[in-house]
């Protein structure tokens, strides 16, 4: 197969990091080339390199035979090369149609806007991915899932020859991520290339032909798909053997600690459930049925207005988070980044945030030794990697941040751990890690609550599992009679033949 690019021996330093050292890259003409790593390999800086969001140090970068450099991210485009960003990159105060086309407007011959045409090229864009989704639609309005989709369509109206896709489906829903497959097939027929970048590793036997795998800011291998398994494609990736992805540990449940009867809002109905001491009940279904507005209904963001919440035997009457925090109950958001973390603060002010009232001195001062000693603690207890922890967050791997946000929150000391998501966006290493302290929760008596839209993983974690739809509870499952195939029936409101 033809090599249509080729980066090679890139160097890439910062002050006092070098980030990548001679770095290989190759992509090849119609394929996809699946480029994996953990968070840290240097995935994303040799692609902002490719870009020209970062100059090289050094090293040589080839398109189509012809050396090439690229300066900032307009040389890029004007090479042919796009970018689907895993952070959103779009106006939420403009339309769709402005959105995908900003800066780059069809003009008439008054080189006023057409608006005319710019709306028929949208639309044409939106009818390709298959979504129901207006150019007039103002962006703010739009779930992330459908903001993702458009930031897929201002890439394929650019008519890039490559196109780089980064974690393209971690917020689409089954249905969404099937028509981008479709979508990427038909950029392969047509001869495009596409740089394939997923934490979901049977996306990339699904869609890629080949993949790069870096670790440490090195290139480790470049394999086609068909000659690497999954288990070598992890070894590669952490430098190590994993053993038993799902780890499950036996706790013997302990006394009620949480209950829901009948619980209602404009966003769920006649929620009942309980939680104990030492469980974990994961909640699954589709995107839109409803688990992260549970979620924030226990935590107070969202009122009930029916029903009871009990903690402990003792029916609350949460207003606020805040309130819940009081209560005992902790909320750890599907999005870290906007929810979780203040990217601009340090590590160690991150972590106390939510629990400065405890570290308050005699004169109501914060007591900076106290604070400090408690964050070192679980900068080292959670395995942070981090230089110090008044390193700023936004520097630290997506592994870590969400490390520093279970711990913001386990700082609280609380009786309810609610954990949405836990591990999107975070590399299988990192996720091994984030498993293995779930269950150590889970033996020291916390009571755990686990959101997650990836079904091996609540069949692996839950002791029992809460299939919603709609806004409601349609099964309740125990492990051992839980598969993917009845919680995809329930998750789509399809009652079981008996």
Same mark, same amino acid.
């Given at each position: ?99 995908? /086309? ?78 981008? /497959? ?33 670790? !440490?800011?090195?290139?480790? !291998? ?6 690497? !398994? ?113 990217? !601009? ?154």
């Amino acid at each position: 197969m033809k090599k249509i690019l080729t980066m090679k021996n890139i160097i890439k330093e910062f002050p006092g990091v070098r980030a990548l050292s001679g770095v290989d890259f190759n992509i090849y003409e119609g394929e996809v080339m699946a480029l994996l790593g953990e968070n840290g390999a240097g995935k994303s800086t040799l692609m902002k390199i490719l870009t020209g969001v970062y100059e090289k140090t050094s090293g040589q970068i080839f398109l189509e035979g012809k050396e090439v450099n690229f300066s900032n991210t307009r040389d890029s485009q004007e090479a042919n090369i796009g970018i689907i960003h895993q952070e959103l990159n779009l106006i939420p105060e403009l339309s769709v149609a402005e959105n995908m /086309f900003l800066g780059r407007e069809p003009v008439n011959k008054f080189k006023r806007i057409d608006w005319k045409t710019l709306k028929e090229e949208s639309q044409k864009l939106l009818d390709t991915l298959n979504v129901n989704i207006k150019p007039d639609d103002l962006v703010s309005t739009l779930s992330i899932g459908k903001q993702q989709m458009i930031e897929i369509g201002k890439a394929l109206s650019l008519d890039a020859k490559i196109i780089i896709m980064d974690e393209p489906t971690d917020a689409l829903t089954d249905k969404e991520t099937e028509t981008l /497959f479709k979508v990427i097939r038909s950029l392969k027929a047509q001869g495009k290339s596409i740089v394939y970048i997923s934490h979901r590793l049977e996306e990339i036997f699904e869609i890629c032909d080949r993949v790069t795998i870096l670790r !440490d800011g090195k290139f480790i !291998d470049e394999k086609e798909i068909e000659h690497i !398994d999954q288990n070598e494609m992890i070894e590669k990736m952490v430098g190590r053997k994993i053993s038993e992805q799902f780890p499950s540990v036996k706790v013997d449940r302990g006394p009620l600690s949480l209950e829901l009867e009948n619980v209602s809002n404009k966003y769920i109905k006649g929620i009942n459930f309980k939680l104990h001491k030492g469980e974990i009940v994961g909640i699954s279904g589709l995107m839109g049925a409803g688990r992260t507005e549970l979620a924030k209904t226990i935590y107070g963001a969202y009122e009930i207005s029916s029903g009871k919440i009990l903690l402990e035997g003792k029916e609350l009457n949460i207003k606020s988070p805040e309130e819940a925090i009081n209560y005992g109950i902790a909320y750890v958001s599907e999005d870290r980044k906007k929810d979780g973390l203040i990217l !601009d603060l340090s590590v160690k002010e991150n972590m106390s945030i939510s629990s400065l009232k405890n570290h308050y001195s005699m004169l109501s001062k914060i007591n900076k030794n106290k604070e400090s000693e408690e964050v070192n603690y679980y900068v080292k207890s959670m395995n942070i990697k981090t230089p110090n922890a008044d390193t700023i967050i936004k520097n630290l791997s997506g592994g870590n941040q969400q490390k520093v946000c279970i711990s913001k929150n386990l700082m609280c000391s609380p009786k309810i751990l609610i954990l949405d998501e836990p591990t999107r966006g975070i590399d299988v290493g990192a996720k091994k890690e984030i498993y293995d302290l779930i269950n150590k929760l889970k033996k020291e008596g916390l009571s755990i609550i686990m959101i997650s839209s990836e079904i091996p993983e609540i069949l692996g974690l839950s002791d029992r599992i809460l299939v919603m739809h709609e806004g409601r509870i349609t099964k309740e499952l125990k492990r051992e009679e839980a598969t993917q195939e009845r919680i995809m029936t329930y998750a789509v409101g399809i009652e079981e033949d008996r």
